[in-house]
């Protein structure tokens, strides 16, 4: 399996609801980034945390990272309709010239 | 803000052309990358560029090429398009190595 794999693979709420999204990777990383993508177009970054952080917030985004686990999670607080993508975690390794995404959870919030 | 613009969104080819993908970036980032995107398998590197000129292969090269003449353009090219190479083509640009990427907007390329 590869690195930076993300759980659930799907996940369906309601609007208002909170959404979280786990990710598991297997080496040592400089930092953990996440990415939501809309159906058909580009990766947007959303956020990064280092490894020497444990928790970081932009807006209605929470990610935590646990470097003892390997593992990050992203909560979307009160979830909207315009929520609903794709969402990716991915760890730059080799330089940074090299970066494994997951395969992505995809979240369908339901108004 | 950072625009990265890929030349196509929908591309259709035959088996066997010859195809360019272009991608310009206007944020003077030294790094830049191609991936493809397929159903259940992710993101898959294909090439990458950290200086004009200069490039590196990703983990699924094969069937592909790239060019950098100019800092602000990567330009991917299928030899021999087949089949197999249907797929969303997503180009990237970073400033630094372990940075945040910068995405265009994807080429969806059908060959027949």
């Known amino acids: 399996s590869q690195q930076g794999e993300e759980d659930p693979q799907a996940l369906s709420i309601q609007e208002g609801e909170n959404a979280t999204m786990n990710c598991s990777y297997k080496?040592?990383?400089?930092?953990l980034q996440w990415y939501r993508q809309n159906s058909g177009r580009g990766l947007v970054h959303l956020i990064l945390?280092?490894?020497?952080?444990r928790e970081k917030h932009s807006g209605r985004l929470r990610v935590t990272l646990d470097t003892s686990k390997k593992s990050s999670s992203l909560l979307i607080t009160a979830s909207r309709a315009a929520d609903t993508a794709s969402y990716f975690c991915?760890?730059?390794?080799?330089?940074?010239?090299?970066?494994?995404f997951g395969a992505g959870t995809r979240l369908f919030v339901k108004a | 803000d950072v625009k990265v613009t890929q030349s196509s969104r929908y591309l259709v080819k035959r088996t066997g052309e010859k195809v360019f993908l272009e991608c310009v970036q206007d944020?003077?980032?030294?790094?830049m990358f191609w991936y493809r995107q397929d159903p259940g398998l992710g993101l898959r590197l294909i090439y990458f560029?950290?200086?004009?000129?200069?490039?590196e292969k990703g983990d699924i090269p094969e069937g592909y090429s790239v060019s950098r003449e100019k800092k602000e353009r990567f330009s991917l090219i299928l030899e021999s398009a087949s089949t197999n190479q249907t797929s969303m083509y997503l180009c990237?640009?970073?400033?630094?190595?372990?940075?945040?990427?910068?995405f265009g907007p994807g080429t969806r390329l059908t060959v027949l």
């Open positions: 990237a640009s970073t400033h630094e190595g372990y940075n945040e990427q910068f």
């Open positions: 080496t040592s990383i400089n930092n």
């Open positions: 945390i280092r490894s020497n952080e």
């Open positions: 991915a760890t730059p390794y080799t330089g940074g010239f090299k970066t494994i």
């Open positions: 944020m003077d980032h030294e790094n």
């Open positions: 560029s950290y200086d004009v000129k200069m490039k």
